[in-house]
């Protein structure tokens, strides 16, 4: 029972973790006149990104998503303590593995 309750654990934690996952930084609109990365902000036509703000944007989206990559090991690791606590829980005392 304890491997089940564990389980269940795990598996919660690794779903947390992909909903604490930080966001995508907020774009900043570039002032009249100042240079600009040549994209605008999706929520905002009339908003020219600026070209520190693209960057982290970009970084963003290509760096490794940390707490995505620990809650996929947490909810990998739950469905595998899952398993061996429903095959030793299903086991009764005179069985024999062969």
């Known amino acids: 029972m304890i491997l089940l309750g564990t389980a269940v654990a795990l598996l919660l934690l690794g779903a947390l973790s992909f909903v604490l996952q930080p966001g995508p930084p907020e774009p900043e609109c570039a ?9 605008v ?16 944007i970009r970084d963003y989206e290509t760096s490794p998503k940390l707490f995505r990559i620990a809650g996929a090991g947490l909810v990998l690791a739950g469905l595998v303590v899952g ?16």
Do not use: H, M, Q
């Open 31 to 39: 002032k009249a006149g100042a240079p600009t990365s040549g994209f």
């Open 41 to 56: 902000d999706d929520d905002n036509r009339d908003c020219a990104i600026t070209i520190e703000s693209y960057a982290e």
């Open 83 to 98: 398993v061996v606590g429903l095959v030793k829980r299903s086991r009764r005392p005179g069985d024999t593995a062969a």
